[in-house]
């Protein structure tokens, strides 16, 4: 990913979206992608990131979810996923 943009996708951080704002944004594929920490191991963040979840599909959005850990160690696969997700590989 280079500045802002991966594989030629323009991607916004913290975008608010609804009522609830999006980690990062790809307008053009309407996509969607969030990054938890450790403190979306509780329940109650948990049952807050559910409903967002499905608020958002429910809007048509594809939302594509990882680990803070699996950036940290695995970036190269978190960037497959998200091509993958975003429809380009």
């Known amino acids: 990913m280079k500045g802002k ?52 599909f429910d809007l048509g959005f594809t939302v594509v979810r990882f680990a803070d850990e699996d950036v940290k160690n695995n970036i190269e696969g978190v960037l497959t996923d998200i091509k993958k997700a975003a429809g380009i590989l």
């Open 5 to 56: 943009k991966l594989e030629g996708l323009k991607f916004r951080r913290q975008q608010p979206i609804h009522k609830y704002v999006a980690d990062f944004y790809c307008a053009d594929r309407k996509l969607v992608v969030e990054l938890d920490g450790v403190s979306h191991n509780f329940l109650s963040i948990y049952e807050n990131d559910v409903k967002k979840e499905k608020a958002l």
